[in-house]
């Protein structure tokens, strides 16, 4: 059974830093990209930011450019989501993705507020 889970949020204050993991039980994603999404309440998911198979490139959204890292182990199956200098906006719950399947992770919250 594929399981996708996710850890490492919380609640922050603007301007700090979380860091998400996302681990992949059940099979291998290494030939995959993955990617990381948000759902803030009463909005429609958004894409966050997308890795490629090897690490080699990676993709933000607008909002996040210059303030998210995401990065992949694929030794560990697991692929992370550096944040920082967050904001309010950033608020909502974090899942992640295997790109090009219907593999979701649960989500983590993350919720910036003072």
């Known amino acids: 059974q594929v399981r996708l889970v996710e850890s490492g949020g919380g609640l922050v204050q603007p301007g700090g830093s979380l860091r998400l993991s996302c681990s992949a039980s059940?099979?291998?994603?290494?030939?995959?990209?993955m990617g990381w999404f948000r759902q803030a309440p009463g909005k429609e998911r958004e894409f966050v930011a997308a890795i490629s198979w090897s690490g080699g490139s990676t993709y933000y959204a607008d909002s996040v450019k210059g303030r998210f890292t995401i990065s992949r182990d694929n030794a560990k199956n697991t692929v992370y989501l550096q944040m920082n200098s967050l904001k309010p906006e950033d608020t909502g719950v974090y899942v992640c993705?295997?790109?090009?399947?219907?593999?979701w992770g649960q989500g983590t919250q993350v919720t910036v507020s003072s």
């Open positions: 993705n295997v790109r090009g399947t219907g593999y």
């Open positions: 059940g099979r291998t994603f290494s030939s995959y990209a």
